[in-house]
């Protein structure tokens, strides 16, 4: 099998040397595709959003609805509608660990990782191990955001402790251990997410394998 894989890859490299509008096209894509929602988000969620809509517009005061609709444009990659969801129901119920969780994701992908933090702390003081611990994840990517890299190790191991299964905790563990100096640190990490996989479900690996990908990088590179 691994062969084959070797001649596909071959073949399309093949292929795209010879068309240079491929190469352009691919480049184009990988660059524009944090602010590309998923195709298959879109789909599966366009009836969702009208149905949520209608529950909303029939009880304002439905909580659920309204996390449920902002969980979707977060994943459409459209944050400042979900804080606005987001902020209406925590006017309802202020202390919802799970409102604040998406609070703080919501505005660190609307620009603002400081006002993330507040409610991504208060989240994991309320529920420690909610959604086995990404707050901490989302919150270390804001302390990376503010180039508070101390912080963010304290975070992502913190979170690795909780999900000890989650293969970009260690690499992102490894990857600001590594800013940080501390090289043998970031090269334990990266043992840690390839003896992780190692144990992993099939399905749990189909969505760690980038992080798998680079974390093999790493290793073959020292």
Known sequence: ???????????ALTFALQRPWVMVGVLVFVALRPFIPDPIVLARTWG???????Q??????????????????????????????????RRRAPDDAE???????????????????APLVRAVELEPRLRYGDPYLAAAEALLMLGRLEEAEDALERFTRTNSSSIQGHVLLSDVRRKLGDAEGAN???????????????????????????????????
């Open 1 to 11: 099998m691994g062969y084959w894989l070797y001649y596909l890859g071959f073949m």
């Open 48 to 54: 969702k959003i009208r149905a949520l809509d209608a």
């Open 56 to 89: 909303i517009a029939a009880n304002p005061a439905n909580i659920t609805a309204r996390r449920d609709l902002a969980i979707i444009w977060l994943e459409r990659l459209r944050p400042r509608r979900a804080l606005e969801l987001l902020d209406e129901a």
């Open 99 to 117: 409102l604040l969780y998406l609070t703080g994701l919501a505005r660190m992908r609307c620009g603002d990782p400081e006002g993330a933090l």
């Open 188 to 222: 334990a990490a990266i043992r840690e997410a390839l003896d992780t996989w190692k144990t992993l479900p099939r399905y749990r690996r189909r969505s760690e394998v980038p992080w798998w990908v680079r974390a093999w990088v790493k290793h073959i590179l020292g």
